[in-house]
């Protein structure tokens, strides 16, 4: 079980680094990052050419607390993307590259997209 485990986190790093090598966030457009743990999904915006991370949310976060609770993965997730793309436009970024980080693109990963699609950013 535990080799099984590793072989596909393994298999997840491959595909990360695959996809990193064509995908890089610029200051115009910087990259939209997702992770999701097996409780979490934590999403951020990153600037690699000065490596600084201009906005980022979570499920963690106090502000959203509140609202997720009842609600399933994905929904959160939406909402994570939601929050996300209200920093970003508070913060004048209304243009980012997306970065599935080796996940497939459905469930929480496509649930953030969509969040921040919905407020209005143009991934």
Same mark, same amino acid.
């Given at each position: 079980?535990?080799?099984?485990?590793?072989? #596909?986190?393994? =298999?997840?790093?491959?595909?990360?680094?695959?996809?990193?090598?064509?995908?890089? %966030? /610029?200051?115009?457009?910087?990259?939209?990052?997702?992770?999701?743990? @097996? #409780?979490? /999904?934590?999403?951020?915006?990153?600037?690699?050419?000065? &490596?600084?991370?201009?906005?980022?949310?979570? /499920?963690?976060? #106090? +502000?959203?607390?509140?609202?997720?609770? %009842?609600?399933?993965?994905?929904?959160?997730?939406?909402?994570? &993307?939601?929050?996300? @793309?209200?920093?970003?436009? +508070? #913060?004048?970024?209304?243009?980012?590259?997306?970065?599935?980080?080796?996940?497939?693109?459905?469930?929480?990963?496509? %649930?953030? @997209?969509? %969040?921040?699609? +919905? =407020?209005?950013?143009?991934?």
């Amino acid at each position: 079980m535990i080799l099984n485990l590793e072989r #596909k986190r393994q =298999k997840r790093q491959k595909r990360k680094r695959s996809i990193r090598k064509r995908i890089v %966030g /610029t200051p115009e457009r910087p990259r939209l990052s997702v992770f999701r743990s @097996a #409780k979490h /999904t934590y999403a951020q915006v990153v600037d690699d050419y000065s &490596g600084k991370t201009l906005v980022a949310a979570s /499920t963690l976060d #106090k +502000e959203l607390r509140d609202q997720l609770k %009842g609600l399933k993965k994905i929904q959160q997730a939406q909402k994570v &993307g939601e929050l996300l @793309a209200r920093r970003c436009l +508070e #913060k004048d970024i209304k243009k980012v590259v997306f970065d599935r980080c080796g996940y497939a693109y459905h469930g929480r990963v496509a %649930g953030v @997209a969509a %969040g921040v699609r +919905e =407020k209005g950013l143009q991934v």
